[in-house]
């Protein structure tokens, strides 16, 4: 076996222990929150010493915001990754809407623990440049958007930005309530919405004359102004 064989196959096994220590780390902070969570019982579900832990991670505040840190990364990767190949604007949005919706409703333990931990410490939650990071997604849509002329400029991008995730994070915990799968009515009249309100030919992409989507239009333009006003 060769010196570059044997570093690599070393590399695997430290790369192997750290998933696996992630891995049991997860599970545990889902099953007894994080105060609640023991480092001999990670240990212990990724079948190693408890002492080999600490050789990873000093303590369980690093153990957590690396797991943090895991899922946020992934979660901005998957999210261009379904929308890369994607060209008009509006199909984009579209798409990142259903990403977003879904993942709130999918992952839903992990969002809430990454989050419900940024009030226990900075060191342990989700931090705000992961959280840029995620929905600097969108800003880039929007920008991409407005470079093609499909979408008109707006002075405060935070506002469209927050009307779309308030709304995505608003309607997958009412579908989580009522146990229904079916996000496509909010992705698309969401998105009906902002392009009424933003697109320079609506008419081509939206579907804005249905009868499902002009209340929420006008729920949408009324948000908006009403945001717009609070920040002049």
Do not use: C
Not at 114 to 120: A, G, K, P
Not at 174 to 187: G, I, K, M
Not at 218 to 228: G, H, K
């Amino acid at each position: 076996m060769t010196i570059q064989t044997r570093t690599k196959t070393r590399r695997q096994k430290v790369e192997a222990r750290e998933q696996a220590i992630l891995d049991s780390a997860r599970n545990v902070f889902f099953e007894k929150g994080y105060e609640g969570a023991r480092m001999s019982e990670i240990a212990a579900g990724a079948k190693i010493a408890e002492g080999t832990i600490y050789i990873y991670y000093k303590n369980k505040a690093a153990l957590m915001r690396a797991i943090s840190s895991e899922f946020w990364q992934a979660l901005t990767a998957n999210a261009w990754a379904e929308i890369e190949a994607i060209d008009h604007p509006y199909d984009a949005l579209l798409a990142l809407a259903r990403f977003h919706i879904k993942s709130l409703m999918d992952q839903a333990d992990m969002i809430d623990l990454t989050h419900s931990l940024r009030v226990v410490s900075a060191d342990v939650g989700t931090t705000t440049e992961e959280l840029k990071t995620y929905v600097r997604v969108f800003d880039t849509l929007y920008s991409r958007g407005v470079d093609r002329g499909d979408l008109k400029p707006h002075p405060a991008l935070w506002v469209v930005r927050d009307v779309f995730f308030g709304t995505l994070d608003y309607s997958a915990r009412t579908l989580r309530l009522h146990d229904d799968q079916n996000v496509e009515p909010v992705v698309t009249n969401l998105i009906d919405g902002i392009w009424a309100q933003y697109g320079n030919a609506p008419d081509t992409r939206s579907r804005t004359g249905s009868p499902d989507s002009s209340a929420l239009i006008a729920r949408l333009e009324r948000a908006i102004t009403r945001v717009e006003q609070l920040g002049e």
